[in-house]
C-alpha cells in the first residue's frame, strides 16, 4: 500500500515536498516513482528511483525536482522547485516489482496546483 501525502497550493516559483508512504519494505522494489495527471492528459512519468538507488527524471523536470527516499521509514519523497503552471496535476507515487511475486503499486494521488 501507497499513501501520499505534501500536495496543495503554491504560487509560481515555489516549492513542494511529496512524501509516499510504503508498507513494506520498498528496498524490495525494482523501481519507486512518481507520475502525474493533469485534467484531459494522459497520466506522465516524472521521476523514479531505481532499487539501487538510481534517480532517473522526465525532461520537463529535471533541475528543479529531486527524487530520494528513506529506506528507515519506508518513504520517498519527491521535492519539487521552481514550480510552473504546468506543474498542476495529480501526482501519484508507484511502486513496482518484476518476477512471479512482483506488483504494481498505485497511491490515491495528491493534487498539486500551481498558481500564477
Known amino acids: 500500500q501507497l499513501v501520499e501525502s505534501g500536495g496543495g497550493l503554491v504560487q509560481v516559483g515555489g516549492s513542494l515536498r511529496l512524501s509516499c508512504a510504503a508498507s513494506?519494505?520498498?528496498?524490495?522494489?525494482?523501481?519507486m516513482g512518481w507520475y502525474r495527471q493533469a485534467p484531459g492528459k494522459q497520466r506522465e512519468l516524472v521521476a523514479f528511483?531505481?532499487?539501487?538507488?538510481?534517480?532517473n527524471y522526465a525532461d520537463s523536470v529535471k533541475g528543479r525536482f529531486t527524487i530520494s527516499r528513506d529506506i528507515a521509514k519506508n518513504t520517498v519523497y519527491l521535492q519539487m522547485s521552481s514550480l510552473k503552471p504546468e506543474d498542476t496535476a495529480v501526482y501519484y507515487c508507484?511502486?513496482?516489482?518484476?518476477?512471479?511475486?512482483?506488483?504494481?503499486?498505485w497511491g490515491q494521488g495528491t493534487q498539486v496546483t500551481v498558481s500564477a
Open positions: 508507484n511502486a513496482v516489482k518484476y518476477g512471479s511475486s512482483g506488483y504494481d503499486a
Open positions: 513494506g519494505s520498498i528496498f524490495s522494489s525494482n523501481a
Open positions: 528511483i531505481t532499487g539501487g538507488g538510481n534517480p
